[in-house]
């Protein structure tokens, strides 16, 4: 990945393409158990699995904790800026300068940026106070090195 650009909340990279086939392993149950597949037979390209739109796409690197837990400090971003944004999608917001994420919501001629961390407010602006721009639509996380326990 190439970094393009820093900010305080997040590192832009360019997405490096590559075809990366990993084996399949079939599906898994998250509910109750199913018989195992007896073999691998398909492979999957993740880099065509994440990215639809490779000349409009970017990544980001989080740095801050205002959607955890599902977004954590490390994490990346797959963020797609050929998409119409609308409200209740998680979006690249560009406001007043300085780039943030947030689900968006849009009532009347206001603009709503809602945290998932409850320890963070809510953000409402109207185009008088702010200029704000949605700069893409983020399509995937990926939580790397996050230990996944029940007990955290």
Same mark, same amino acid.
């Given at each position: ?17 590559? +075809? ?5 392993? %079939? +599906? ?13 037979? +398909? ?8 990215? #639809? ?20 400090? %490390? ?26 994420? #947030?689900?968006?919501? #849009?009532?009347?001629? #206001? ?16 185009? +008088? ?24």
């Amino acid at each position: 990945m190439e970094k393009i650009f820093s900010s305080s909340d997040f590192d832009f990279f360019t997405p490096c393409l590559s +075809e990366l086939e990993l084996p399949l392993a %079939g +599906e898994i149950a998250c509910g109750f158990p199913s018989p195992a597949d007896d073999f691998l037979q +398909e492979s999957l390209d993740v880099n065509k699995l994440l990215v #639809k739109h490779p000349d409009a796409t970017f990544y980001a690197v989080a740095r801050g904790t205002s959607l955890a837990p599902l977004v954590q400090p %490390g994490s990346i971003m797959v963020i797609d800026r050929s998409l119409e944004w609308s409200s209740d999608l998680l979006a690249c917001c560009f406001i007043d300068g300085e780039f943030t994420a #947030k689900w968006i919501e #849009k009532s009347g001629d #206001k603009i709503r940026l809602i945290p998932l961390n409850p320890d963070f407010p809510t953000l409402e602006y109207s185009p +008088e106070e702010a200029e704000i721009y949605i700069w893409g639509i983020v399509t995937s996380i990926i939580n790397n090195n996050v230990r996944l326990s029940r007990l955290q």
